[in-house]
């Protein structure tokens, strides 16, 4: 599960996508979670995962690395959909056990939930993916750059962010490592009751947290060495520019919204 984690993992390229300006990506990103939000039926989420797919092979990036970024959220989505198979009650029945009954109805909200979670985390992952993580500071801090009237610390708030994305795959590998060596020492993280598999993940938390505490101090001495000293008076080596393929992009995105608008009240299903 662990290898599967995509979340944070950035993949060079010079695709369209990968051109295109972070705060342009960050807006559409955004824009894209509402439009999942927005889409009413199946349609809609056709026409989102039709959308980025196209961009993700754009990309270059192959189907089977999306499918697998699914892989430590399998169990949320399983969860989310059979939580709202069995509770949504209305419609007609379509299969009964004793008390517990499936109808419909329940089968179809369940279905609509697990597909918009999956297509969620997908759009988060198309970000990260095609963004490198100074890209994605300098994106987040220009963004943000209005708050600092009301001394919001845009920089330091951006930067947070940026360095928690860009570790999780990081911490990732490092407690795969962990596990790895805990198996090879005999220790059993699948069978058992729940609390005994609680149990034995503490062997693999406390290096976990300690790796991570080093990695935070060696980053916090090489940032010192640098003399870094926040936000204030910094420059950049490349600016951000909007250019013709973000004002294409920004269409990409009304167009998208309008036409889930349009299937929404027609009620396609």
């Known amino acids: 599960m662990l290898k599967g984690m995509t979340l944070g993992q950035y993949f060079p390229g010079d695709s369209l996508i990968h051109r295109l300006d972070p705060r342009t990506k960050l807006l559409a990103t955004i824009a894209l979670i509402a ?10 989420f056709l026409l989102i995962a039709a959308f980025v797919l196209a961009c993700a092979a754009s990309t270059k990036i192959h189907l089977k690395f999306l499918i697998r970024g699914l892989k430590p959220i399998f169990f949320i ?6 939580l709202n198979l069995f509770f949504q009650t209305g419609g007609n029945e379509l299969v009964r056990v004793g008390p517990v009954r499936i109808t419909d109805q329940g089968l179809r909200m ?12 997908v759009c988060s992952q198309l970000l990260t993916l095609t963004t490198s993580p100074i890209a994605l500071t300098d994106g987040l801090e220009t963004l943000f750059r209005p708050l600092t009237v009301i001394h919001f610390p845009a920089h330091e708030i951006a930067m947070m962010m940026s360095i928690a994305l860009r570790f999780i795959p990081t911490l990732m590998d490092e407690a795969d490592k962990i596990m790895k060596a805990q198996k090879a020492r005999g220790a059993n993280f699948e069978t058992g009751s729940l609390i005994q598999r609680a149990k034995a993940m503490i062997p693999l938390l406390v290096p976990l947290f300690v790796g991570a505490f080093r990695r935070a ?4 001495l090489a940032m010192d060495a640098r003399c870094y000293r926040g936000g204030a008076g910094r420059t950049r080596m490349k600016q951000l520019k909007f250019q013709g393929i973000d004002a294409l992009a920004a269409l990409a995105i009304l167009m998208l919204l309008a036409a889930v608008i349009v299937l929404n009240h027609f009620r396609v299903f």
């Open 77 to 82: 989505i399983v969860f989310t959909f059979v």
């Open 217 to 220: 101090e060696e980053l916090a």
């Open 35 to 44: 439009i999942v939000f927005v889409s009413q039926g199946f349609a809609g």
């Open 110 to 121: 369940a279905s609509f939930m697990a597909v918009r979670l999956i297509l969620l985390v």
